[in-house]
């Protein structure tokens, strides 16, 4: 179990606070011994900042911002993970598959399965589970039909 709800971490750039959220009780059973042994679930978010020698009693003064920033900066760093993604998948798909020379050639059902396979990929920020739980498209097969 976390000792306190969060802490600070220092580093040469600055430091980490890893805060501890949600702490409930979840006791295992020991595979050796058979005995319960205690156990604990927790959210973990961690936000970088400045040091400062009083940042913990800054926290500790405003926990409820503080927790929401790094839970925002969490949630700002996995969009990005999964933006970054998402625009690899739409460069590809420009570059190798719907480039002009091919796109000349495709039936217009070829096209239309591109078209809306590049639109649901733009449309993944958009998703109810975004930036956590996100439903790819599938790629048309490379003659463009699904």
Same mark, same amino acid.
């Given at each position: 179990m976390p000792e306190k709800a969060f802490q600070v971490l220092p580093s040469a750039q600055g430091c980490t606070v890893e805060f501890y959220d949600s702490v409930n009780s979840n006791p295992v059973i020991d595979g050796m011994t058979g005995q319960k042994i205690p156990s604990w679930d927790y959210e973990k978010y961690t936000l970088e900042t400045d040091y400062s020698p009083s940042l913990a009693a800054q926290i500790e003064s405003d926990y409820a911002t503080w927790l929401q920033k790094a839970k925002d900066a969490e949630k700002t760093a996995e969009e990005l993970k999964v933006r970054d993604y998402r625009?690899?998948?739409?460069?590809?798909?420009?570059?190798?598959?719907?480039? /002009?020379?091919?796109?000349?050639?495709?039936?217009?059902?070829?096209?239309?399965?591109?078209?809306?396979?590049?639109? /649901?990929?733009?449309?993944?920020?958009?998703?109810?589970?975004?930036?956590?739980?996100?439903?790819?498209?599938?790629?048309? /097969?490379?003659?463009?039909?699904?």
């Open positions: 625009d690899d998948l739409l460069n590809t798909c420009d570059t190798v598959y719907c480039n /002009a020379e091919r796109w000349a050639v495709m039936t217009d059902e070829q096209r239309q399965a591109w078209a809306a396979y590049k639109q /649901a990929l733009r449309d993944v920020p958009t998703q109810a589970g975004f930036p956590y739980s996100v439903s790819w498209p599938a790629m048309p /097969a490379e003659g463009g039909t699904t």
